[in-house]
């Protein structure tokens, strides 16, 4: 995974709570990462295996359901190593200060 | 400023703040391949948010749409082609078809006129020679007669295989070109053997038989070169006679 702000921002938003389910949009609002970023990070995430998605039962029929993310065990894993690297990159000294 | 006076005012309120943002989200969204989760996802955000935030939401999406559902689309595409450029070639499709024990010129026609590759279906079940080419339910199917070969179905016509990228093009000169054919044939054959006192039979079978042609021209779809070779793909195959909930639709000549 490639480490840019997008995805370091991501990775906090996700590790704020690591068993939780996240949605898409409000991600992207509390990442500040635009919807055009946060989808293909979330997908190349789902794509190697670090998050799993579902569909919210939505409240009433007629409606779209939400798609919800979740971390997985390796996932976990994954974002820590990503987060570690990122605390030593000097790049994202403002993200961690 | 807005002006409630001014037509374009009235209409832009309801396009920026209420009704349009699901619609215009609705058309965005299908820049995603059919089937794409993308589509319904974004859809269900909208409507979970604050009405005042869905234009801005759907302002985010024209660029989301556009980069990464255009990009799976085109995805798709190039991995239809390499499947296709994978998948051995698909033995053309003969006979004449049988309409209620009806040959139909018209049908003949059509058939030929899509060519020996593309895959075509119609609700004409039997055809001479070692090829059948048919529909079994909503499934193209092509049989071949000989014992112990493979019957071919293809995915349900209402839901096109690899989401959508293949789509049934009816004919519309094709079925023309083939009731006029067929009215010509039946009309001189009749003319032939009744002479000028057959007339009214000659209009009669004229009429009927540009119907039927009519009727089995508007059957025959096709699929374009590349899907069809994506629908073959996707053929599940197995000995004639184990598809026994749908193979019973089928009969042929042994």
């Not at chain 1, 570690?84 to 990159?89: L, T």
């Not at chain 2, 239809?80 to 024990?101: K, Q, T």
């Not at chain 2, 039946?186 to 007339?199: F, M, R």
Request: glycine share 12%; net charge positive; hydrophobic share 45%.
């Amino acid at each position: 995974m490639r480490l840019t702000h997008a995805t370091v921002h991501v990775a906090l938003a996700l590790m704020s709570d690591p068993g939780g389910q996240h949605w898409g949009y409000d991600l992207s609002r509390r990442t500040h990462v635009r919807s055009g970023v946060l989808y293909p990070i979330l997908q190349r995430m789902l794509d190697h295996g670090w998050l799993t998605d579902g569909w919210e039962p939505g409240p009433d029929p007629r409606r779209p359901r939400r798609r919800y993310y979740r971390l997985t065990d390796e996932g976990h894993r994954g974002l820590g190593a990503l987060l570690d690297a990122a605390a030593r990159d000097s790049r994202f000294l403002a993200v961690f200060a | 400023m807005i002006n409630l006076a001014d037509p374009v005012s009235l209409l832009l309120i309801p396009l920026v703040f209420g009704l349009m943002p699901g619609v215009l989200l609705r058309v965005l969204v299908r820049l995603y391949p059919q089937g794409h989760p993308r589509r319904e996802e974004l859809l269900g955000e909208l409507y979970s948010m604050g009405y005042w935030r869905r234009p801005i939401f759907v302002a985010e999406v024209v660029e989301t749409a556009l980069a990464e559902g255009l990009s799976q689309r085109w995805r798709a595409r190039k991995g239809l082609a390499r499947e296709a450029c994978s998948e051995p070639e698909l033995s053309p499709v003969l006979g004449v078809a049988l309409a209620g024990g009806i040959v139909t010129w018209a049908m003949v026609w059509a058939l030929l006129s899509v060519g020996p590759t593309a895959l075509f279906w119609t609700v004409v079940l039997m055809g001479p020679g070692t090829m059948l080419s048919g529909a079994l339910g909503v499934k193209a199917v092509v049989v071949s007669t000989e014992l112990g070969s493979e019957a071919r179905l293809g995915p349900p016509f209402k839901r096109s295989p690899q989401g959508g990228q293949a789509t049934r093009r009816p004919k519309p000169l094709a079925v023309f070109a083939a009731a006029l054919m067929s009215a010509v044939t039946i009309g001189a054959v009749a003319g032939t053997v009744l002479g000028p006192d057959g007339s009214l039979l000659l209009g009669a079978v004229l009429g009927i038989e540009s119907g039927l042609g009519m009727g089995a021209g508007l059957m025959v779809t096709r699929y374009s070169d590349l899907p069809v070779r994506a629908a073959m793909a996707k053929f599940e195959r197995g000995p004639i006679g184990l598809h026994s909930a749908q193979a019973g639709d089928v009969t042929h000549d042994e």
